[in-house]
């Protein structure tokens, strides 16, 4: 399946979430930070840990599927 395809049937589903996802150091000693954009309403969360970026986006997608068992669910 060509990859235009894939991204054309994504947008069907109603859950469907597109983020720009921000990484970047200051300096070479400091932290990494991290921005996530909502690329549909522009709101942006920041993040100190990659811990903290995968619990934000396992609750996004527990409030639009609440009838999975945990953001890692595999099933397909």
């Known amino acids: 399946m060509p990859a235009s395809y894939a991204i054309i049937a994504m947008h069907k589903h109603p859950n469907y979430h597109v983020y720009l996802l921000r990484l970047w150091q200051e300096t070479p000693d400091s932290p990494w930070r991290i921005l996530l954009e909502n690329a549909h309403t522009g ?5 100190l840990r ?12 527990q409030l639009d599927n609440p009838q999975t068992d945990a953001p890692g669910d595999t099933r397909v």
């Not at 709101?43 to 993040?47: A, H, I, K």
């Not at 811990?51 to 997608?61: C, K, N, P, V």
Request: hydrophobic residues 40%; proline residues 0%; charged residues 20%.
């Open 50 to 61: 990659v811990s903290q970026l995968s619990a934000f986006l396992g609750e996004q997608m």
């Open 43 to 47: 709101e942006r969360c920041g993040f």
